[in-house]
């Protein structure tokens, strides 16, 4: 019986903390990629505005970023994404913290898709 490849998601909506909880499977070793997508509404004027994004693996930081906010009366955003494997047994949590001045956070998501192997 071949393995369907796992997808997990979280959508925080316009919530400044989105977290992801991958369980651990006793049957595999699993590779996922991991991406986690912030999305700000951007005021009009554009004044000193900036939005950032921290995302934790397992508790631990692994990227951060902060940036003056861009297209005044639109929409900006940060993006991460990395890959990682998981052992036999192994869970993980995501963890990603939007923050944001004179921008508004819109969407915050994360999202793991599973790698299967000679797919």
Known sequence: MKAQAEVWRCDAGGASVAVLNIPGSLERHRTFDVDVTLVV?????????????????????????????????????????????????????IRAVAAASGSVVRQLVVEAREELPGA
């Open 41 to 93: 509404r951007v005021p009009q004027p554009l004044a000193l505005s900036w939005h950032a994004l921290t995302v934790e693996l397992d508790g631990q930081q692994k990227w951060t970023r902060r940036i003056a906010s861009n297209s005044p009366g639109q929409t900006d955003g940060l993006d991460y994404h990395c890959r990682i494997e998981l052992p036999t047994g192994r869970a993980l949590r």
